[in-house]
C-alpha cells in the first residue's frame, strides 16, 4: 500500500474491532467465559473441537469487492477437516499461565480468517498521521494483488477454512525408525522475508522496496480432507502454485516508508461509512497479516461495545469462512533464492564496517579486508542500539555466533600465522586486546590508541613503523593483524601451562566390550576399520606423518588396558577391577607412534573380537573409562581426545552408576525439566578435571534401549566434545553412517586445552554463552577441544552508551594447542555500526542468526523451566519486536494488517519450526534420549545448520531436465506441494528421505529402484542400486554432494506415498500442522499477528 493513498478508514485499537461472522471463540486459552458456547477452534495448539456456523449477534459481513483471484486452488469435499486447525495436545501456545501477558481480546479467532494484503514500502520512519491521500498503485501478479490501495478481493474457489464438521483427533504415531543420530526434527515454516533474504518472492525487478506487501486472496469452499491440508493423489491445483515477489516492479510508491513486509488481516464487517472494502481488516501499510485475539480469560471486554466471543450466536451466514493463502506468505525458499541471486554472483569484501554478509544459503567468497569472514562470526544484527533503553525497547537480541577454527573453501586462504618471536604478540596494556587493525596510532607511530578501552600504550622499538599522510602505518598492508580481520600469533611459553610448551596431543580408543557390543558386530566393524583409520590422523600443514600418539582400552564391568610397544612380539593386556580408585597401571607402550607400533596395534585389534567372543557380560560402567582416559594423558603430560563407544546405561556398581529413570508422564508437567538434568552431580565433577587436562570426549552411542542420554553427554559436552547415536544399530543398515562419522571425526582438525575469550569495546559486553564448554569465571570460555564444527554463542548486553561515529567492536582470541603441539592464538576481529533510530536496527538483522541464538537460548531454558514456560517466551519475545518495528517504524496503516520487517519477514515461520520441534514439542513416537541428543546437538550448531534443522529442504527430483547439472531448486516444506506423479528428496542435516509418490511413472520407477512397479519397491530401504543410467547416476550424485555438505552422514529412508512410514517424512514438512500439536505456519502467523495487535493495543 503506497502511504499516500488513502486507506478506508478502520477502527483505531482503542475501539472495537469487528468479529468475523460464524465464528465464536471462548476466551483465549480454551477456558470457557461466563455463557460460553463451544469453542469453535480450540487452544492454540489443543485437540480441535467441531467448528460452528453461527455468528455472534450484530455481525454483518463485508461485500465483497473486485479484486484479483488468486491462483485458484484445488476443492474438497464439505465437512472435512480444514488446513487452518490446530492439531491435539493440551499445549497452549500463549503465555504459560504464571508469566502471563495482559492480553487485550481482539476480535478474530485465531486462524479463522485470511490475512488482509501486505504492502511493500522502502524505509523511512514515519509518524502516524492523518490519513495518506489517495494514489492507488495496483500490480496484478500471478493472481495476487500488490497494491498500494487496500482493494478488496472476492473469495476465490478452493482451499478454504471450509465449514467442515468436528475433526478427530489424529492419532498417530512413527515408526521409530531410530532416527536420530538421524531422527527426525521438527521444522519451521516460511514467512515474509527479511531485507537481504531471499524468500517466497521472485529476485527483485528494480530498486529491492524495503518492505513486501502481499494481498493473500481468502479461498472460499470447503477443504481437501488431511490433517495437513494437503492433495490427494490425483487432485491438483486449478493452477501452480504462484510465489509473491518480493520486489514490486510497479512505480515506486512516493514516500519511502520503513522496509517491511505486509499482510492484511482477517475478513471482518466494513468500518462503517465505508462502500469499497476488502473483506476483513485493511491492509496495514507495511504488511501485515490476519486476526486478533478472542478475550482472556477473566479479563473484561477490552473496550465498550467490544463483542464477547462467549455470546448467544446470531443467525447462521450464507459464505463459508476463508484460509489465508499459503502463496500470499513469505516464503523461505523465495528469500534464499533472491538472495543467492541478487549476492552470489560478487565476492563478499569485508572492509566496511557494519555490513550484513549474504545468507548462510548462498556460496560466495570472502574477500578479508579487516573484518573476520561471516565463515568465523555471524551476528543477529549488524547495527546495534546505542542505548540499552533502545535495545530494551526492541527486543532483539544482540548476539554473535562464533565459530572459530572453521574450514575455509580452498578458494580462501587460511588465516596466516604471525611469528613475534621472544616478545610474544603485542597488547593493549590496560584491557589485554591483541593488535588489529582498528588500534590507532600516534605520536608519529611511537604510540598507539587501544580500540576497544581507548588506553594509550607505547610501541616497542622493534615494532616501530613510520606513519602515512592518513596516520596509517606505511607497513600496514605487509602485517597481517593490522590489515585483516582474522589472523593467528604463534603463542610464547607465556601461553603454556606451567611455562612449558605442550606435547602433541593423543588419542585414546575406549571400546565397550560388552555382550550387546559384541553381538551386534559393532566391536568387529570398528576393530577391522581402525587399522586404515589409523593412517588418517589429523596433521599439520604438510607433515609427513600425524604427531599424535594412540591408546587402546577396552571395557565392560572393568577395564582391560594394552601395552602396544614396538618392541613387543605381541600385545599385552592388564586388567583393572577396581573401578572404584582408578589408575592407569603402565605408562611406557601405552601411547605409542602409530608407524613404529603398527604391527603390535594390529595384531591386537585383530585379537579383541576373538578375546571377548563368548562374552556373557552384559554390565558396563563408564565414569571409570573417563577417569582412566584422563588420568592416562595426565600421566603423559599431554592433552588429547577420548573415542568412547558405548552400548547401554552403566548399571554396574561404580562411580557414575545410572538406574533408568525414563518416565514419558512427566512431558508437560513441571517435573519434564528433570528429563533434560543429569540425574547425578558426579559426570559434571569429571568434566571439570578433564578440561583442566585437556581432555576431551568424544561419544559413540549404539543402543537398543534407554541409556540416559541427558547424563552420559555431560562430559562430552562440557569438554567440547561430540555425541553420536546409532539407536538399535544393525552392522547391514548401519554400517556405511558409522563409519563416515568416525572417519571424519578422527581426521577433522581440532584445537586442544583452549580458551576463548571475548573482548568489546566499551559500552557493550558479553553477558551470556551458549556452547558445548566449560566457564570457571564469567568471562573465560575452556575447551578441552574444539573443532572446525563448533560454533560458541556470546549474548552482549549495553554498560554504558555507545557511539554512533565509533560503531562497536568485537575480538574473539582463542589460545589452543595445535594437532603438531604448537601454542597459537587465532584472533577475529568485527567492527559493527550503531543507530539512534529503530529502523536502522530492524534494517540490518540476520534472521538466520537470530534463530540459532533463539533455540540455543530456549534449549537451555527447559534444563530450568517448563517447557511450555520456554514456549511462551519464545513468543512474546518474537511478537514484541515485531510489534516494536509495527509501532515505530512502519507507516500508518490498519490493525488488520501484520507487519514485518523486510529482514525479518521469515522470523515467523522459523520460529514456528523451533517452537515444533521435538525438544520443544514431542510427538508420541520421541524417546526420551532422542530429545536429549537432540537438545545438545543444536547448542554447538552453526547458522547453516540450524537453518536447514529447522526448515528441511525438499527438493524435487523428478522436475528438472535429467542433464542438468544443478541443483534441482528447492521447494516449500509443505504436503501441498507434493504430487503423487514425482519423486522428492528431504534433507535436514541429519535425516535423508526420498519420498516416491504412488503415480510415479513406470519407467522412472525402473531407472530408480530397478523394480518394475511402485509396488515393488521396499518402503524403507536406505541404499539406492547403482544402475547405469542418468537418472540414478543423477539422484546418487545430489545425495552424494548434500552429505559432503553436512558434518554428519545423513542416512537415506524411501518412503512411499501412504506407507506407515510416511508419517514420520510428514513430521519434516514443517510448514504443515504437526501430529504433536504444533500450529502450521498459516495458523501461526494469524497466532503471531494476534500477539502484535495485543501488545499494540
Known amino acids: 500500500m503506497n502511504v499516500n493513498q488513502s486507506a478506508p478508514p478502520v477502527p483505531p485499537y482503542g475501539q472495537p474491532q469487528p468479529v468475523y461472522p ?45 479484486g484479483v483471484p488468486p491462483a485458484s486452488t484445488a476443492q474438497v469435499p464439505c465437512g472435512q477437516g480444514a488446513y487452518g486447525q490446530f492439531g491435539q495436545g493440551d499445549v497452549q501456545n500463549g503465555p504459560s499461565s504464571t508469566v502471563q501477558m495482559q492480553r487485550l481480546p481482539g476480535s478474530q479467532p485465531f486462524g479463522s480468517a485470511p490475512l488482509a494484503p501486505v504492502v511493500s514500502q522502502p524505509a523511512v520512519l514515519q509518524p502516524y498521521g492523518p490519513p495518506p491521500t489517495s494514489a492507488q498503485v495496483t500490480a496484478q501478479l500471478a493472481g495476487m494483488q500488490i497494491s498500494g490501495s487496500v482493494t478488496p478481493a472476492p473469495p476465490p474457489s478452493g482451499l478454504g477454512y471450509g ?96 522496509p517491511g513486509t505486509q499482510m ?123 542505548t540499552s533503553d533502545m535495545a530494551k525497547q526492541a527486543q532483539v537480541p544482540l548476539a554473535a555466533v562464533i565459530k572459530p577454527l572453521a574450514r575455509l573453501p580452498p578458494e580462501e586462504a587460511s588465516p596466516y600465522l604471525v611469528d613475534h618471536g621472544e616478545s610474544g604478540p603485542l597488547r593493549c596494556n590496560r584491557c589485554k586486546a591483541y593488535m588489529c587493525p582498528f588500534m590507532q596510532f600516534v605520536e608519529g607511530g611511537r604510540r598507539f590508541q587501544c580500540c576497544f578501552c581507548s588506553c594509550i600504550n607505547d610501541v616497542p622499538p622493534q615494532y616501530f613503523q613510520h606513519l602515512d599522510h592518513t596516520g596509517k602505518r606505511v607497513d600496514a598492508y605487509d602485517r597481517p593483524e593490522l590489515s585483516l580481520g582474522s589472523y593467528e600469533f604463534l603463542a610464547t611459553v607465556d601461553y603454556c601451562k606451567n611455562n612449558k610448551f605442550p606435547s602433541p ?48 582400552v577396552t571395557y565392560n564391568k572393568v577395564l582391560h588396558f594394552y601395552n602396544v610397544k614396538s618392541s613387543l612380539a605381541q600385545p599385552q593386556m592388564m586388567v583393572v577391577s577396581d573401578v572404584a580408585d582408578m589408575f ?32 556373557r557380560e552384559t554390565e558396563t560402567v563408564f565414569a571409570p573409562v573417563i577417569q582412566a582416559g584422563m588420568e592416562a594423558l595426565k600421566a603423559a603430560e599431554c592433552a588429547g581426545k577420548l573415542f568412547i563407544f558405548h552400548t547401554s546405561l552403566p548399571i554396574a556398581e561404580a562411580p557414575g552408576k545410572l538406574k533408568n529413570r525414563d518416565d514419558r508422564k512427566l512431558i508437560n508437567t513441571d517435573k519434564e525439566k528433570t528429563l533434560f538434568q543429569p540425574q547425578t552431580g558426579a559426570y559434571q565433577a569429571l568434566a571439570k ?11 559413540f552411542l549404539f543402543p537398543n534401549q534407554y541409556v540416559d542420554v541427558a547424563t552420559l553427554s555431560v562430559v562430552p559436552q562440557l569438554t567440547g566434545g561430540s555425541v553420536y547415536k546409532y539407536t538399535c544399530f544393525q552392522v547391514e543398515n548401519d554400517q556405511e553412517r558409522f563409519m563416515s562419522d568416525l572417519r571424519r571425526d578422527v581426521e577433522k582438525v581440532v584445537g586442544f586445552d583452549a580458551v576463548m575469550r571475548v573482548r568489546t569495546s566499551t559500552g557493550i559486553r558479553a553477558v551470556d554463552f551458549f556452547g558445548a564448554f566449560y566457564m570457571s569465571n564469567t568471562t573465560d570460555v575452556e575447551l578441552a577441544g574444539l573443532d572446525g564444527e563448533k560454533t560458541v554463542t556470546v549474548e552482549f548486553k549495553h554498560d554504558d552508551r555507545l557511539n554512533e ?37 530492524y534494517r540490518n538483522c540476520e534472521t538466520d542468526t537470530l534463530i540459532n541464538y533463539m533455540a540455543k537460548f530456549a534449549y537451555r531454558g527447559v534444563l530450568n523451566s517448563p517447557v511450555k514456560t520456554v514456549r511462551d517466551t519464545l513468543i512474546t519475545q518474537c ?67 540450524t537453518n536447514v534443522f529447522f526448515y528441511p529442504r525438499l527438493l524435487p527430483l523428478t522436475k528438472s531436465p535429467i542433464e542438468s547439472t544443478t541443483e534441482p531448486p528447492a521447494i516449500r516444506a509443505s504436503e501441498e506441494r507434493l504430487s503423487n506423479g514425482d519423486i522428492y528428496l528431504l534433507e535436514n542435516g541429519l535425516n535423508l528421505f526420498i519420498w516416491v509418490g504412488a503415480g510415479v511413472q513406470q519407467g522412472v520407477v525402473q531407472s530408480l529402484f530397478s523394480v518394475s512397479s511402485f509396488s515393488q519397491i521396499t518402503s524403507g530401504v536406505s541404499i539406492l542400486p547403482v544402475l547405469d543410467n542418468p537418472l540414478s547416476k543423477k539422484v546418487r550424485g545430489l545425495i552424494d554432494s548434500l552429505r559432503a555438505q553436512r558434518s554428519r552422514y545423513m542416512k537415506l529412508i524411501v518412503v512411499k506415498q501412504e506407507d506407515k512410514l510416511e508419517m514420520l517424512f510428514k513430521h519434516f514438512l514443517v510448514e504443515d500442522k504437526s501430529l504433536s500439536g504444533g500450529a502450521s505456519y498459516v495458523d501461526f502467523l494469524c497466532h503471531m499477528h494476534k500477539e502484535i495487535r495485543q501488545l499494540l493495543s
Open 22 to 66: 460464524g465464528y465464536h471463540q471462548s476466551s483465549y486459552g480454551g477456558q470457557p467465559g461466563s455463557t460460553a458456547p463451544p469453542n469453535t477452534y480450540g487452544v492454540y495448539n489443543g485437540p480441535v473441537p467441531g467448528y460452528q456456523q453461527t455468528p455472534p449477534p450484530g455481525v454483518s459481513r463485508a461485500p465483497p469487492s473486485s
Open 879 to 945: 511478537a514484541q519486536i515485531l510489534a516494536c518495528y509495527r509501532k515505530n517504524c512502519a507507516s500508518p496503516s490498519s490493525a488488520g494488517q501484520l507487519i514485518l520487517p523486510e529482514c525479518m519477514k521469515l522470523l515467523p515461520v522459523y520460529l514456528n519450526c523451533v517452537l515444533k520441534s521435538d525438544v520443544l514439542q514431542p510427538g508420541a513416537e520421541v524417546t526420551t534420549d532422542d530429545r536429549a541428543y537432540v537438545r545438545q546437538l543444536v547448542t554447538s550448531m552453526d547458522v547453516a545448520e
Open 264 to 386: 492484511a488481516g482477517p475478513p471482518g464487517p466494513p468500518p462503517p461509512m465505508h462502500s469499497s472494502q476488502q473483506q476483513g481488516y485493511q491492509l496495514q501499510q507495511n504488511g501485515s497479516f490476519g486476526p486478533a485475539r478472542g478475550p482472556q480469560p477473566n479479563y473484561g471486554s477490552p473496550y465498550p461495545g467490544a463483542p464477547a466471543f462467549g455470546s448467544q450466536p446470531g443467525p447462521p451466514q450464507s459464505l463459508p469462512p476463508k484460509r489465508l493463502d499459503p502463496d500470499a506468505i513469505p516464503s523461505p525458499i523465495q528469500v534464499i533464492e533472491d538472495d543467492r541471486n541478487n549476492r552470489g554472483s560478487e565476492p563478499f569484501v569485508t572492509g566496511v564496517r557494519g555490513q550484513v554478509p549474504p545468507l548462510v544459503t548462498t556460496n560466495f567468497l570472502v574477500k578479508d579486508q579487516g573484518n573476520a569472514s561471516p565463515r568465523y562470526i555471524r551476528c543477529t544484527s549488524y547495527n546495534i542500539p546505542c
Open 689 to 699: 578435571e578433564c578440561v583442566a587436562q585437556g581432555c576431551c570426549v568424544d561419544l
Open 163 to 258: 465449514p467442515p464438521a468436528s475433526l478427530a483427533p489424529a492419532s498417530g504415531s512413527f515408526p521409530n525408525a531410530g532416527l536420530y543420530g538421524s531422527c527426525p526434527q521438527g521444522q519451521a515454516p516460511p514467512l515474509s522475508q527479511a531485507q537481504g533474504h531471499s524468500g517466497a518472492q521472485p529476485p527483485q525487478r528494480s530498486a529491492p522496496q524495503q518492505a513486501s506487501s502481499f494481498t493473500p486472496q481468502a479461498s472460499g469452499g470447503p477443504r481437501m480432507p488431511s490433517m495437513t491440508g494437503p492433495l490427494l493423489p490425483g487432485q491438483s491445483f486449478g493452477g501452480p502454485p504462484v510465489n509473491q515477489p518480493n520486489h514490486v516492479s510497479s512505480p515506486p510508491p512516493p514516500q519511502a516508508p520503513h
Open 805 to 841: 561515529e565509533s560503531g562497536a567492536l568485537l575480538q574473539c582470541a582463542l589460545l589452543y594447542t595445535s594437532c603438531a603441539g604448537q601454542r597459537r592464538l587465532r584472533i577475529h576481529n568485527l567492527a559493527l555500526n550503531c543507530c539512534t533510530q529503530l529502523a536502522d536496527l
Open 505 to 552: 596431543p593423543a588419542f585414546i580408543f575406549m571400546i565397550d566390550v560388552s555382550y550387546n557390543a559384541i553381538r551386534s558386530g559393532l566391536v568387529r566393524l570398528l576393530c577391522e576399520e581402525l587399522k586404515s583409520l589409523l593412517d588418517f590422523l589429523p596433521r599439520e600443514g604438510g607433515a609427513e606423518e600425524s604427531a599424535i600418539r594412540v591408546g587402546f
Open 584 to 615: 592407569v597401571p603402565l605408562l611406557d607402550g601405552f601411547l605409542v607412534n602409530v608407524n613404529e607400533s603398527r604391527a603390535v596395534i594390529i595384531s591386537l585389534l585383530d585379537q579383541i573380537p576373538e578375546m571377548f567372543a563368548d562374552t
